[in-house]
């Protein structure tokens, strides 16, 4: 069964920084898009960034764009996602997930194993 294991949330200061860590079970996802989403209490689930199979291609989100940046290591089958100058409307559950192919993805609909979620609480 394919496992998607997040690290790195946790309680943090407006204006500090944190990364994000997601490792895959299966080594064939060096050749797949990644995607990290995120959900705040009472909102809808929303796309953070993604990245497309070599990384060279990422999307942002234009609410984190210049602050967080979306990196991958294929020999880890890890993704990354370092976040700085967090604010306390970054708060929410943090979700990474695989696409179905290998492009970067800005939909949760292009997305077919997903994280289990780590929170990222960012106090004032």
């Known amino acids: 069964q394919v496992q998607l294991v997040e690290s790195g949330g946790g309680l943090v200061q407006a204006g500090g920084s944190l990364r994000l860590s997601c490792a895959a079970s299966?080594?064939?996802?060096?050749?797949?898009?990644w995607g990290w989403f995120r959900q705040a209490p009472r909102k809808e689930r929303e796309f953070v960034a993604s990245i497309n199979w070599n990384g060279e291609i990422t999307y942002y989100a234009d609410s984190v764009k210049g602050r967080f940046t979306i990196s991958r290591d294929n020999a880890k089958n890890t993704v990354y996602l370092q976040m700085k100058t967090l604010k306390p409307e970054d708060t929410a559950v943090y979700y990474c997930?695989?696409?179905?192919?290998?492009?970067?993805?800005?939909?949760?609909?292009?997305?077919?194993?997903w994280g289990q979620g780590t929170q990222v609480p960012v106090s004032s």
């Open positions: 299966e080594r064939t996802f060096s050749s797949i898009g």
């Open positions: 997930a695989v696409s179905v192919g290998p492009h970067a993805q800005t939909k949760s609909t292009e997305y077919h194993f």
